[in-house]
């Protein structure tokens, strides 16, 4: 399964709205991963239906491109003739709104051209070559749990025979790498909370988020139901910060991306902003 990506850029969305636009999909059976805004849509001679309800995306923008200026206050120009940019801060964050369809209530749309390019590999196969390709200390020493440990920073495992079968052994130990991913000398992730503590349901949330990008953007296999007593301190955790889901779905992709890195077949760099969002949002920048 992809993920939701603009139907004009070809480019996925992130974090959050990555998980809207997926709950949109589930709950209105759309089976296209693309979406786009109404002018991005007319853009394609294509048009929104009347009376279609599109869906709310949001962009937050933490820094911006302006044009390099010289020592005496005129745009720099470079080598190519083309002026120069550079990217500074905005201060305070700026969020961004867009409403977005899928191209299921959009008509006139070009169907979605096939390539035999495709994406080709086996989901288990690439499952072991992350974990290999990782380094990562790996223990199968557990009898029925699995846990990541930041003090000696290794992967504690049951055997293999004890899985039902393989989907759920990788994803479990994919759910784990997502937690090995969080160490200081990688992504930095606070991993200091006990069991039971909100800064645990965090970084359980941010793994878990990852897992089940993996295997919608990847088809790596994922356990939901291997991590489901993690739900209700996931919901403590929301019900304090609504905000929270974003901030956590904005770090599982980052997660996605080093774990990706592993692979050689799997190109993704999902924690990279684009040089121009307007063209992912179709908003104007400031």
Same mark, same amino acid.
């Given at each position: ?15 959050? *709205? ?96 096939? *390539? ?171």
């Amino acid at each position: 399964m992809m993920l939701p990506h603009n139907g004009v850029t070809g480019r996925r969305y992130r974090g959050g *709205n990555a998980l809207l636009l997926m709950h949109a999909m589930t709950e209105h059976g759309y089976e296209d991963h693309r979406w786009m805004t109404f002018k991005q849509a007319l853009a394609q001679d294509a048009s929104v239906r009347k009376g279609e309800k599109g869906t709310q995306v949001e962009y937050w923008q933490f820094e911006k491109r302006v044009p390099k200026l010289d020592d005496y206050g005129n745009p720099d120009i470079g080598p190519d003739g083309k002026p120069l940019y550079e990217v500074v801060k905005t201060g305070a964050p700026r969020v961004f709104y867009a409403t977005v369809f899928n191209a299921a209530q959009i008509d006139g749309l070009k169907p979605v051209e096939k *390539n035999d390019l495709a994406r080709k590999w086996d989901p288990v196969a690439d499952a072991e070559r992350i974990i290999e390709e990782s380094g990562a200390a790996i223990l199968h020493d557990q009898a029925d749990r699995a846990c990541y440990r930041p003090s000696s920073d290794s992967i504690h495992m049951p055997a293999r025979a004890q899985f039902a079968d393989a989907g759920a052994y990788y994803g479990t130990m994919i759910h784990e790498l997502g937690h090995w991913t969080g160490h200081e000398s990688r992504l930095a992730r606070d991993l200091s909370g006990g069991f039971g503590s909100e800064s645990y349901a965090r970084e359980e949330l941010r793994a878990e988020l990852a897992s089940f990008f993996m295997a919608a953007e990847f088809g790596i296999p994922h356990d939901p139901g291997q991590h489901s007593a993690y739900i209700g301190s996931w919901l403590d955790a929301l019900k304090k910060d609504k905000h929270e889901i974003f901030r956590a779905a904005a770090e599982a992709d980052k997660i996605v991306a080093f774990l990706s890195a592993f692979s050689h077949d799997m190109k993704l760099n999902p924690s990279a902003v684009p040089e121009e969002e307007d063209e992912v949002f179709g908003i104007p920048q400031p």
